[in-house]
């Protein structure tokens, strides 16, 4: 069985890539740090962002297609909230939030990688929340 990359067009994975930076690029993350979040090795380069902003399709692996999918849903959830300022969108991001210990959303997301992009989804999307916590009281997930 292949990953979910491999059920997804190369057009798509195309499309995919130049959203999710864009959106990340809106946000004012930098360069490292999306790639973090996307959760390319270490030692991929900063540059290596402006191939996706291009023609390039994201890599065949399920694992940045599930944070890919976490960061459209936070960036869909902060459209509802903020929906006439793209500014408080990213200030928000940027912005220490107490109910998140007083981090950063952006250094949550980097620094505890897809338990940390969860974490934010979950805070920005009760239904989200909603959904995980009625599955797994179920026996679900």
């Known amino acids: 069985m292949g ?41 991929t380069p900063p540059r290596k962002l402006r ?18 999918e976490h960061v459209i849903h936070i960036a869909d959830a902060l459209r509802t909230t903020y929906p006439i300022s793209r500014n408080m969108r990213s200030m928000w991001m940027h912005r220490p939030v107490r109910r998140l210990r007083s981090r950063t959303p952006v250094s949550i997301m980097v620094e505890d990688g897809l338990d940390g992009i969860i974490r934010i989804r979950s805070h920005l999307d009760c239904s989200y929340m909603w959904d995980a916590t009625g599955s797994s009281a179920a026996g679900g997930r």
Do not use: C, H, N
């Open 3 to 43: 990953s979910m990359m491999s059920e997804i067009s190369v057009e798509d994975r195309i499309e995919l890539a130049r959203a999710v930076v864009s959106i990340m690029d809106e946000w004012g993350v930098a360069a490292g740090d999306q790639l973090a979040i996307l959760g390319f090795p270490e030692d």
């Open 51 to 68: 191939l996706y902003r291009d023609e390039t399709p994201l890599p065949d692996d399920a694992g940045i297609l599930k944070r890919v």
